[in-house]
């Protein structure tokens, strides 16, 4: 080794400069960032799905009255009134909500307030024995037909269509005949739709029939029976969808 290998090397200009080792503990200038824990991390992943499904929930659809297809949304009032007698309120508020998201296209948000307005106001009518105890519905029905009516091609005067639901409901109970309460379920369709015509008032009557089946079979009632009552309210709705579709071709070829 020679003798001066550990002098500053003045031939290269500046004495060189010795590194310093780098320190791994913060600066006292700059204090080190904290850490997010892993329980805040989840509490924040949690927070943002919630938002996400809240958002997805409640976040508005244009739903349409007339978009239905006439034999699911048999299948699916068949189910209901199976659901009714039988008091599964549950699987009635699912058929409720299938029809309102699926076969109208409401949000998710309003689909379930529907259906929940809509099994309630069945629940409430079931037990009563009088007029009176009958209109306890009403309120529910009222609170069915104002989000209902949101979907609407034309103004719907909310509180008198409930109360023609309503009146159907009880003359049915009260036996009048098929007819009868066939005008006032065509009633609640042009009430809703905006349309009064041979199509709406056959809706009535085939959905008025598909009930008076169901009731003369009562107890005795079989699967092969829930099939064809299936069958009329396919044809009732169909009735139906040819009104409005109609209704709607009516008011285009009219606009200028």
Known sequence: MKPDAWLPRICDGEPQKQERPVSKEPSKDRPARPQISRGRQIFGLVLSIVALAAAYFSYPRHADL???DAAEMARLESSMWRD???????????DLYSV????YGFSPLDSVELAVTAARAAKTFQPSTSRTEA??????????FSILAQAAKKPVEVEDVARTELAWWQARREGVPTEQY????ARVATMVYGVDDE???????QRAQAMAYRDARGADITEADWAR?????????????RAAE????????AQP
């Open 66 to 68: 007339t978009a239905f």
């Open 84 to 94: 009714y007698y039988e008091k599964r309120y549950a699987a009635l508020f699912g």
């Open 100 to 103: 309102s998201r699926n076969q």
């Open 135 to 144: 209109e306890e519905a009403l309120p529910l029905l009222t609170s069915y």
């Open 182 to 185: 066939a005008r006032i379920i």
């Open 199 to 205: 199509d709406v008032r056959r809706f009535g009557e």
């Open 229 to 241: 009552i299936t069958g009329q309210l396919e044809v009732a709705y169909r009735s139906l969808k």
């Open 246 to 253: 109609n209704a709607l071709a009516k008011a285009s070829q």
